[in-house]
């Protein structure tokens, strides 16, 4: 009885078309991380679980997919442990490896076991999978692509100067216009919890201020309080809730409110200058904004945090995101590496390309001519003028059975082909072949000589 | 206390010179995978246990790496089976999905699940990694690329010229001159067995017949002798042991041996309709020759069986092969879809081309200019000059801090720059950079106006 077959939950299958659709915004992302200096590596699938485990928080472990040792697993498993039955102690004795759950991580310990063959500032990009025991959802998958480009080994601001012109050159290249790149520094953020009052639940803050979009005023405050922060804190905070105006004005106020705070005046002064130095450089169609509320709920990020939001109109979430992070690699024993980074949500930024229709037109043509097959003499004839095509980069191919016409010309019409050859036994004997546009309809005859011609009209 | 990080044996980073390599293979693969009509598709990492299990044989069902069920996934373990502490029944009620362990299974299933929305012959390529939890070796690995063309649909011979023109076409194209193309087919193997009277013991002939190269001769007839394959048999068998001179003398001798095996005879007519074909079209580099030893152990090939050596004098083992089977998608309901394909070994292919110094010079060349930072106000001009390289597609950077220029140097250096600009205080006043080519030492200056000139330059 054979099996009905099925993927797991939460997968997908590629088919041509979005295979090449991804390909194409990978494709771009990659050129630009390219001219802009960084450069590519690729870490294992797999890592060993305590290179993973507790580095995102218990929820983060729970996440992770573990992979069950080979052999005879349960043969070194304690008794008493093993009879405990109890699947989270268990789980270190019957598995060593686990799933990459991002690429920070394992960029973390790349750097640091790399660290003597590599020349900081290291700038490298990443394109890999990464997977999640998540709860599947739409637009929610256990596996997807994460596409990371991080700088690690300096900390001048020109770094984040380079990332916002890096979205603004990637999203251009793919005629995604008017992106907003939000911009926020995680040091405004901690100057404001200081100087409302509320240093010791920062966390609880800015975790609270993101939900602001999504929940409104009343509902931050709300959650606010519930954390225990204080009725005068919010008070004091309220003026954030909304900031608006020129992005000047808007440090303005900021300064401001926050001049008390040295690590606050820090941020403005720091974004002061990514905002300033971009404005001197200019931007090709992104516009970028302040944005205090932005805080990713990322508690790693200690400098610039940024965001990017599809163009206006297009209901999406963000479609990058990064920061700044002073300590990734102090985890696995190499301090003071300072490293600031942005990703590119792959999956999203498809979405948003579908709905505006900014995929090229016959992107996944996979085929620009088919030759139809009408027998064994006139089929080596067509093959010879296939490899011909082929040579030159034309997407060709030869029917591979004289099946009935109408049976090829389906074939040809499914696969979307522009051009139908059509090399019968008369062609044959006068040394010609008929060139059909698919389209038009219309027909036209060439002779073997004129084949350059031809392939220079595709 | 810090970790020291380490990866799981048998994986591998990949550093940035790595990876440009080995997409640079990749790529002149895919090319031609177009051309040719291929299309591409993607499966994901991991499939449902049984969609795996039972495809690959005990050994293999052994070697696929399994993933273990989230949350508590003891709890659903009955007691019984759960006290009997076996590995082997426990693991499928701990683990109910496996990563893949080779591409043509979740082929297969993909062709399955999608059958109708494809248009048959359906003529796919697949380019991601396998896993599996061998015991690593040199060259041996536990993650590893395969890279599969395939065609399924279409009994037609002429995808067999086809998949033998790819080869051809791709080693070309890598410049990898003088590869060998062996070509055979199971049905010769068959009538083999059939003539000499082993027919039962087909599989156990062609392993043995397989291992001529290895084990010899003798070797061979060993084996034969110790799988209860007569004496007689072997004897009859043994003008096969060194069939040699052209190929179109080989095929007349195989078919006069065969001439009283329908099937024998079949694979003979397949074998001399491929070979001819081919003559006819010519090949570019590689050289096709009949080598009726080949069999691949792999049983479920029918007809054409491919195996590509790297040119003479390179020591490595098969860096391709493929083959026709004819009933891929049999074992999950779908009859009677003949198929052929063939493979490219990535990592052979990469240190065969290492070997042979093939890589095309400074193909990993991260940075083609490097501008030094000698302060804000300068390193904010350099910075509008790196911008517009970038633009045009030049590889550049600017150094992210105005560091000592020793340092500076060093950095450009190490990274292999062949030229680093100056734009100091007094290029700053007078609206000009200096460029140094780091090989030759030579300096030339520029004005701002000539920007493009300097970029057409490199």
């Known amino acids: 009885m054979a099996q009905k077959p099925s993927i797991p939950k939460g997968t997908r299958d590629f088919t041509p078309s979005e295979v090449v659709k991804r390909n194409y915004i990978f494709d771009i992302v990659k050129k630009h991380f390219q001219t802009f200096g960084f450069q590519p590596i690729e870490t294992p699938s797999f890592e060993n679980s305590d290179t993973l485990m507790g580095k995102y928080g218990d929820e983060g472990d729970r996440l992770i997919f573990k992979i069950l040792n080979s052999g005879d697993f349960l043969r070194k498993v304690d008794d008493n ?69 991080d ?62 979009d999504k929940i409104g005023e009343e509902g931050v405050k709300k959650e606010m309080l519930s954390k225990g922060i204080s009725e005068h804190a919010i008070a004091k905070a309220s003026p954030l809730f909304n900031l608006s105006g ?38 090709q169609s992104a516009k970028l904004v302040i944005d205090v509320t932005l805080a990713r709920g990322l508690n790693y990020y200690t ?23 002073d300590d990734l690699t102090g985890i696995f024993g190499l301090k003071d ?75 040809a019409n499914n696969r979307n082909v522009p051009y139908v050859v059509l090399l019968g036994e008369e062609e044959l004997g006068n040394s010609s072949f008929i060139v059909k546009n698919m389209k038009s309809g219309e027909q036209q005859t060439y002779g073997l000589e004129e084949t350059q011609k031809f392939i220079d009209s595709l």
């Open 81 to 149: 442990l093993y009879n405990s039955k109890d699947s989270n102690k268990i789980t270190s004795s019957i598995s060593e490896k686990a799933l990459r759950y991002d690429l920070t991580v394992p960029f973390a310990r790349y750097v640091v076991m790399h660290q003597n063959e590599l020349d900081f500032p290291f700038k490298r990009y990443q394109i890999q999978p990464v997977w999640r025991a998540d709860r599947p959802q739409k637009g929610r998958f256990r596996e997807f692509y994460q596409c990371d480009a």
């Open 151 to 212: 700088v690690v080994g300096s900390d001048s601001l020109l770094q984040e100067v380079e990332l916002i012109q890096l979205y603004d050159t990637v999203f251009t290249d793919l005629k995604l216009d008017g992106v907003t790149i939000k911009l926020n520094n995680r040091k405004i953020l901690a100057g404001i919890a200081e100087v409302i009052g509320a240093k010791d639940v920062l966390i609880d803050f800015t975790v609270a201020l993101d939900k602001l």
């Open 246 to 283: 020129s992005n000047a004005d808007q440090l303005e106020r900021l300064e401001e409110l926050l001049k008390d705070s040295e690590e606050g005046s820090k941020g403005i002064s720091e974004l002061r200058f990514i905002m300033e130095t971009i404005t001197s450089l200019g931007l």
């Open 303 to 325: 400098g610039a945090i940024f965001e990017v939001a599809a163009p206006e109109g297009v209901s999406m979430g963000s479609i990058g995101g990064g920061g700044r992070y």
């Open 337 to 411: 590496v300072s490293g600031v980074g942005i990703s590119f949500g792959l999956d999203r930024i498809y979405l948003v390309l579908e709905e505006l229709e900014l995929f090229p037109e016959a992107i996944d043509r996979s085929l620009d001519v088919l030759f139809l097959n009408f027998g064994p003499k006139e089929g080596l004839a067509a093959l010879k003028l296939t490899t011909v095509l082929r040579k030159q980069g034309i997407k060709a191919d030869l029917y591979p059975s004289d099946a009935k016409l109408n049976k090829q010309f389906k074939y």
